[in-house]
């Protein structure tokens, strides 16, 4: 399939110079959307960008170029990847434990120049890093993780005091916030997302009032992810942690189309085979795509989107087409993922797109679980 220079935004005129199944990233689109979360934001201070989604230097580059100096993550890889590029403030949306926190406290000592904190939700796990911290003559920063309504993490706003107490008075921790995530919160119904989130907040500035009467701290409040960050993003003082935005998904856009996001990655196929009448099958597997969803809910194919997925095994994907369709052995796919943060996470490099041309690659670093610690 050759294309022109007029093509879409998306289509190569160098396809030949692309193997597949391959990870494309448009730089452009992406400091495009880097621009529009500060634009939300108002300041780039207020963003605190979620690195799970591209788990590249490039894109974290672009951030500080662009004012952003604060970072989440939720590996020990990511933390790191941050690390070399000099972050100056990385939270590890995590609770590092065994094994993990040792890696976590390895990489406070190695990379100086940047700021380190991670997650807690209970006194226990407090203890434990309280007491390595202590052992190594370290002061960890600490962020207390709260439970909204997800159920996966966190401890309920109404159950965090004695958490907090502890904290604060914990000389070997620096309690400098809350942390809150609202991923649960999706429905399509943008007034009606607003309120949940507005309900599912109100719980944590209570417990943030509650803390100010009894001590004399405030305790800043990171919050929400992609779904809910423009509600965040008009909040004075909150700092918001989005993620999802920088490259933007099918699955997000569909929902949320509110947003103003544009897509900025997806993947290369080519039709390998046409088994039979109507049947058409290309060379995206389950190793290329992330297949947590439904099958008619992984790909949408920006210039096939008459093609309707039907299976999927490691290497295959099989789409049924119309009879009378016109597509031929090695015609080139183009395919947004529903969910563009683990289809990333499966491809060890991105490839480059600048004005329809393959311009070079992003290794995508954070996708290992080590790096070096």
Not at 258 to 287: M, N, W, Y
Request: proline share 6%; net charge negative.
């Amino acid at each position: 399939m050759t294309t022109n220079k007029n093509s879409d935004w998306f289509e190569l005129t160098n396809t030949d110079e692309v193997d597949s199944p391959a990870l494309l990233v448009y730089p452009d689109r992406v400091q495009q959307n880097i621009n529009t979360a500060i634009a939300m934001a108002g300041d780039p201070a207020r963003l605190r960008p979620h690195i799970k989604t591209h788990k590249t230097k490039e894109v974290v580059q672009l951030m500080m170029q662009a004012g952003i100096q604060q970072f989440k993550c939720a590996t020990i890889a990511e933390a790191e990847l941050l690390g070399m590029c000099k972050a100056q403030h990385v939270l590890l949306a995590y609770q590092p434990l065994g094994p993990k926190l040792d890696r976590f406290f390895s990489l406070i000592q190695h990379y100086a120049d940047t700021d380190y904190a991670c997650l807690t939700d209970n006194i226990a796990a407090a203890t434990v890093m309280a007491d390595q911290a202590r052992a190594l003559n370290k002061i960890l920063t600490v962020y207390i993780d709260l439970n909204i309504g997800m159920n996966r993490t966190g401890i309920a706003p109404e159950d965090a005091m004695n958490l907090i107490d502890f904290c604060l008075n914990e000389p070997s921790l620096q309690l400098s916030g809350l942390h809150a995530y609202d991923g649960h919160l999706r429905n399509p119904n943008a007034e009606i997302r607003k309120q949940e989130s507005d309900d599912a907040f109100a719980r944590v500035t209570g417990l943030q009032n509650r803390v100010a009467i009894k001590y004399p701290v405030h305790l800043p409040i990171i919050a929400g992810g992609s779904p809910s960050f423009p509600i965040h993003a008009k909040r004075e003082h909150v700092v918001c942690s989005p993620g999802t935005f920088v490259y933007w998904d099918h699955g997000y856009a569909n929902l949320f189309p509110e947003q103003t996001f544009v897509h900025a990655a997806l993947v290369i196929t080519r039709i390998v085979s046409l088994p039979a009448a109507g049947i058409i099958c290309c060379d995206l597997g389950h190793k290329s795509i992330a297949s947590e969803n439904p099958i008619d809910k992984r790909v949408f194919f920006l210039n096939a989107s008459d093609l309707i997925p039907v299976s999927q095994s490691e290497e295959h994907l099989v789409l049924k087409a119309p009879q009378d369709h016109h597509y031929k052995v090695g015609d080139v796919l183009y395919g947004l993922p529903y969910h563009i943060c683990p289809t990333c996470a499966l491809y060890e490099r991105a490839i480059t797109i600048e004005n329809h041309q393959k311009t070079g690659e992003w290794m995508i670093v954070g996708r290992d679980r080590k790096i070096f610690h």
